[in-house]
């Protein structure tokens, strides 16, 4: 079975093509519009899928050595993202299918970074407790069996991708904040700054990173670090790396420390963890510290399916395609769709 995935849910136009669950291609176009207005704004994101949609899907079926009559099938991610985001990948999705004559079948955006660790070689055994961390969401879910799940918890404010960009503009670094502070954080002092790691009560599993993000900016306004101005007193050289290790280390403290208490309590051998936090260097060593002490194997994903990505959504759809799960032409995006894990009720 060959099918086409489509991801359009935020800032990234991507397709894939996957031959029996085998990626053959997978293109990604980030769109740089955003970076100059330090965050994603949604009628800029439509409009550049609108240009890149199509390209961007020839590209796939291209180096993926096919033409676009082979393809048995289209996956296409109908939530959650931006409505209007959506809406260019779901309608181009349901265009080509009807033309090529084949089925269509929506995707849940978490659902597929949720899989995404079974695109590489090596796979995790069911069940398993996965993280999926990234710029809009922050959840633990307990993973039964194929499609099958406990909802642990998820962020009660922000993300922590999403604290990750907040902080990295305070500190005058850019969009997207991730990579720049795990880039300086590797020179930079853990404990240079003590900042608070909320756990919130003891048997809960969601995030709260909002706390965090203030305590960052009170100490760059303590001490006149904040707001950046052309003429004011800016963060820089080692107390710059200092304060981004310092963040970074409270973030991957609850990430991980949430991670592992999950994975005690369910008595689960395998953890993996999704999202495009997932690439972040500090939450990959201590996970991998805490989970070789307890004997627990820890999957992430190849860097290529860490950030949004079509494999993972043509992955999605070719188990559900396998099963003779379709969707009608009738589906809408759904901005907020939940994870609801019972593929009766899914589309």
Known sequence: MIVLGIETSCDETSAAILIDGEVKSNIISSQLVHHKYGGVVPELASRAHQRLIVPVVDEAINSAGITKEQIDGVAVTYGPGLAGALLVGLNFAKAFAYKMKVPFVGVNHIEAHLYSNFLGKEKPQYPFICLIVSGGHTQLVYVKKPFEYDFLGETLDDAAGEAYDKVAKMLGLGFPGGPQIDKLAQTGNPKFV????????????????????????YWLKDRGYYPITDSGNKIEGQKLSDVCASFQAAVADVLVGKTIKAVEKYKVDYVTVSGGVSANSELRKKLYKNAEEKAIKVFFPELDYCTDNGAMIALVGWLLLKEGITSDYNLNAVANLPITGNIIFRL
């Open 194 to 217: 003590k900042f608070p790691r909320s756990f919130l009560d003891e048997d809960s599993f969601n995030f709260s990173f909002s706390g965090l993000k203030t305590s960052v900016l």
